[in-house]
């Protein structure tokens, strides 16, 4: 981090520019989060640093903060506390980015977005008001008690309906008033105004898709505009009905939350980031507005607990996670209590995974940090996969026909098969790169993909009654040669038949960390946790091209007592 702080300062301003917008990610992938932090804040709070730099800054910062690498309270530190920027562009930046961060420190971002509606720059005021109309709207989707929605949802109309006024042809203003005016009529029973309110939006959001070249959206959209008809048509139905209200304003929300998660994806595309943040970024559990956003993962919970059997452990789970304790002390003990539930609905997870994940989101309220692990562990992904693996060889090792003198393919397929059981795709014995002569294509044991047909993993597997050399070196070098995308994680399981199975153990692992290898081994890990004398693993540290990868070795005993 000094070298990139002691280059940018010998650049010039447009040299800064192009650091800041094209260069950042691939330079800072390595560096501490602290130092980080400083090296922007730095950068905003220095007078005398060009006004576009420090724009470009704000947004590096926002980036970080979405990619879950600065915290948010870091990111609140540098747009509260040490704010001191007049110019007009940066503060609507500031108020953008505060609303993202607004349920980390609501009361106090709320307090600023109130004091800009008093400035005399219409900019600024119309985006306070713009944003302050968002998170009324917010509060009035969500609310338990119909008059407090109703009041809330009144603020929000008014708010975004100041905002275009303030300055004219703000779409986003305008839509959106139109859909709390008509969500205002539905909870008030206003029938007559339902029709040409509907057609009026719906004229609107087509208005937003036929003028962007960015179709994604346009699925979210649609949904907003079914929330609103299912509205009304409860509305039109059963007027009483505040329960069927609550689920569909919920839903309501949940829409408005993928559209503004998209948006957020979109922004990070287009942000120059490196493979390694390309990489979390397309994987399927990266939800930059959600992770912010508890509020948006409520409505997702009571979402999901429509779709699930209300008797299931799942539905039990995000029952009691939605009534979490606002007591400190309560919330804690309710914390440890779900926790274990959590193990419990996810067996094959170790307690190691589990915790390590909530460290992971360690910035976030306690629910919103239970509701992400529940929702990484509900979806097969290369977090568990070491888990579900060794689950795999343990049932694998149950099965006694499967002992002694056994075709290794017969065992890949039954591992393949509980892999499959367990959610995640597979291609099994897939012809994919090249064999190790580098003649023709080669043959992959087990080839683990995610439900997004992303590759995750590589599983190359070999019978061993002693520890040949020669065939070791051959499975464990032609790993790296299947593996043309360089996977954080791949496996190499051993079915041992040896006489004497410590012994063994022993003598692989002691070959495995002598061994040459095509990508320099950085260390050794033993895995001290697993509890089994029939089963052992330990992972090996290779540097493949600047980045850290892991081969993990499960070797067990399959010989006969």
Same mark, same amino acid.
């Given at each position: 981090?000094?070298?990139?702080?002691?280059?940018?300062?010998?650049?010039?301003?447009?040299?800064?520019?192009?650091?800041?917008?094209?260069?950042?990610?691939?330079?800072?992938?390595?560096?501490?989060?602290?130092?980080?932090?400083?090296?922007?804040?730095?950068?905003i709070?220095?007078?005398?640093e060009?006004?576009?730099?420090?724009?470009?800054?704000?947004?590096?910062?926002?980036?970080?903060?979405?990619?879950?690498?600065?915290?948010?309270?870091?990111?609140?530190s540098?747009?509260?506390?040490?704010?001191?920027?007049d110019e007009?562009?940066?503060?609507?930046?500031?108020?953008?980015?505060?609303?993202?961060?607004?349920?980390?420190?609501?009361?106090?971002?709320?307090?600023?977005?109130?004091?800009y509606?008093s400035?005399?720059?219409?900019?600024?005021?119309?985006?306070?008001?713009?944003?302050?109309?968002?998170?009324?709207?917010?509060?009035?989707?969500?609310?338990?008690?119909?008059?407090?929605?109703?009041?809330?949802?009144e603020?929000?109309?008014?708010?975004?309906?100041?905002?275009?006024?303030?300055?004219?042809?703000?779409?986003?203003?305008?839509?959106?008033?139109?859909?709390?005016?008509?969500?205002?009529?539905?909870?008030?029973?206003?029938?007559?105004?339902?029709?040409?309110?509907?057609?009026?939006?719906?004229?609107?959001?087509?208005?937003?898709?036929?003028?962007?070249?960015?179709?994604?959206?346009?699925?979210?959209?649609?949904?907003?505009?079914?929330?609103?008809?299912?509205?009304?048509?409860?509305?039109?139905?059963?007027?009483?009905?505040?329960?069927?209200?609550?689920?569909?304003?919920?839903?309501?929300?949940?829409?408005?939350?993928?559209?503004?998660?998209?948006?957020?994806?979109?922004?990070?595309?287009?942000?120059?980031?490196?493979?390694?943040?390309?990489?979390?970024?397309?994987?399927?559990?990266?939800?930059?507005?959600?992770?912010?956003?508890?509020?948006?993962?409520?409505?997702?919970?009571?979402?999901?607990?429509?779709?699930?059997?209300?008797?299931?452990?799942?539905?039990?789970?995000?029952?009691?996670?939605?009534?979490?304790?606002?007591?400190?002390?309560?919330?804690?003990?309710?914390?440890?209590?779900?926790?274990k539930?959590?193990?419990?609905?996810?067996?094959?997870?170790g307690?190691?995974?589990?915790?390590?994940?909530?460290?992971?989101?360690?910035?976030?309220?306690?629910?919103?940090?239970?509701?992400?692990?529940?929702?990484?562990?509900?979806?097969?992904?290369?977090?568990?996969?070491?888990?579900?693996?060794?689950?795999?060889? $343990?049932? #694998?090792? *149950?099965?006694?026909?499967? !002992?002694?003198?056994?075709?290794? +393919?017969d065992?890949? %397929?039954?591992? @393949? &098969?509980?892999?499959?059981?367990?959610?995640y795709?597979?291609?099994?014995?897939?012809?994919?790169?090249?064999?190790?002569?580098?003649?023709?294509?080669?043959?992959?044991?087990?080839?683990?993909?995610?439900?997004?047909?992303?590759?995750?993993s590589?599983?190359?597997? $070999?019978? #061993?009654? *002693?520890?040949?050399?020669? !065939?070791?070196?051959?499975?464990? +070098?032609?790993?790296? %040669?299947?593996? @043309? &995308?360089?996977?954080?994680?791949?496996?190499?399981?051993?079915?041992?038949?040896?006489?004497?199975?410590?012994?063994?153990?022993?003598?692989?692992r002691?070959?495995?960390?002598?061994h040459?290898?095509?990508?320099?081994?950085?260390?050794?890990?033993?895995?001290t946790?697993l509890?089994?004398?029939?089963?052992?693993?330990?992972?090996?540290?290779?540097?493949?091209n600047?980045?850290?990868?892991?081969?993990?070795?499960?070797?067990?005993?399959?010989?006969?007592?």
């Amino acid at each position: 981090m000094a070298n990139i702080v002691h280059n940018y300062n010998y650049m010039s301003v447009p040299e800064r520019m192009g650091f800041m917008s094209v260069d950042f990610f691939t330079q800072i992938q390595r560096a501490d989060v602290q130092q980080l932090n400083g090296f922007l804040l730095g950068i905003i709070s220095d007078q005398k640093e060009n006004s576009y730099v420090k724009g470009l800054a704000i947004d590096r910062l926002m980036d970080l903060v979405f990619l879950g690498t600065i915290k948010c309270r870091q990111a609140l530190s540098i747009l509260i506390d040490n704010w001191s920027l007049d110019e007009v562009h940066l503060n609507v930046k500031r108020i953008k980015s505060l609303y993202f961060l607004y349920e980390h420190s609501s009361q106090e971002i709320e307090t600023l977005l109130i004091q800009y509606l008093s400035n005399d720059e219409a900019e600024l005021s119309a985006e306070a008001s713009f944003h302050l109309g968002l998170i009324n709207m917010q509060k009035g989707l969500l609310s338990l008690d119909q008059s407090t929605s109703i009041y809330s949802l009144e603020k929000s109309k008014a708010e975004f309906l100041s905002a275009s006024q303030i300055i004219e042809n703000r779409v986003d203003a305008n839509i959106f008033s139109k859909i709390i005016s008509l969500t205002l009529d539905i909870l008030k029973n206003v029938t007559d105004s339902l029709v040409n309110g509907l057609k009026e939006i719906g004229d609107l959001l087509f208005k937003i898709e036929g003028f962007s070249f960015n179709f994604r959206n346009g699925p979210f959209y649609t949904g907003f505009y079914r929330v609103l008809q299912g509205l009304a048509n409860i509305s039109v139905q059963n007027p009483r009905s505040w329960l069927d209200y609550r689920l569909e304003l919920s839903n309501l929300f949940q829409q408005y939350a993928l559209i503004q998660n998209q948006e957020i994806k979109d922004r990070l595309q287009l942000s120059s980031l490196s493979g390694s943040f390309l990489e979390k970024l397309n994987t399927a559990f990266f939800d930059p507005f959600f992770t912010l956003n508890f509020s948006a993962d409520k409505s997702r919970i009571s979402s999901r607990l429509i779709e699930v059997d209300q008797n299931s452990p799942e539905a039990i789970f995000l029952n009691k996670l939605l009534a979490l304790s606002g007591d400190e002390v309560k919330k804690k003990a309710d914390n440890e209590a779900l926790k274990k539930e959590l193990m419990k609905l996810f067996s094959p997870v170790g307690e190691d995974t589990i915790n390590s994940l909530l460290l992971q989101f360690s910035d976030l309220d306690i629910q919103a940090r239970l509701f992400k692990v529940f929702e990484i562990l509900s979806k097969p992904s290369a977090v568990q996969l070491d888990d579900v693996i060794i689950r795999c060889c $343990l049932m #694998l090792q *149950s099965m006694r026909s499967y !002992y002694g003198n056994c075709l290794e +393919d017969d065992r890949n %397929t039954i591992i @393949a &098969n509980l892999l499959e059981s367990a959610g995640y795709l597979l291609k099994d014995q897939t012809r994919r790169s090249i064999t190790q002569t580098g003649k023709s294509a080669g043959e992959i044991d087990v080839f683990i993909e995610d439900i997004n047909h992303n590759p995750i993993s590589i599983i190359e597997a $070999l019978n #061993l009654s *002693s520890v040949d050399k020669s !065939y070791i070196e051959l499975h464990i +070098d032609k790993i790296f %040669t299947y593996d @043309a &995308n360089g996977l954080k994680d791949n496996y190499v399981i051993v079915y041992s038949t040896a006489a004497n199975f410590g012994s063994f153990y022993n003598r692989y692992r002691d070959f495995v960390k002598s061994h040459i290898f095509k990508y320099p081994l950085k260390s050794l890990k033993e895995n001290t946790q697993l509890p089994y004398a029939e089963l052992k693993s330990f992972t090996v540290v290779h540097e493949r091209n600047s980045m850290e990868i892991n081969m993990h070795h499960i070797v067990i005993n399959l010989l006969f007592n």
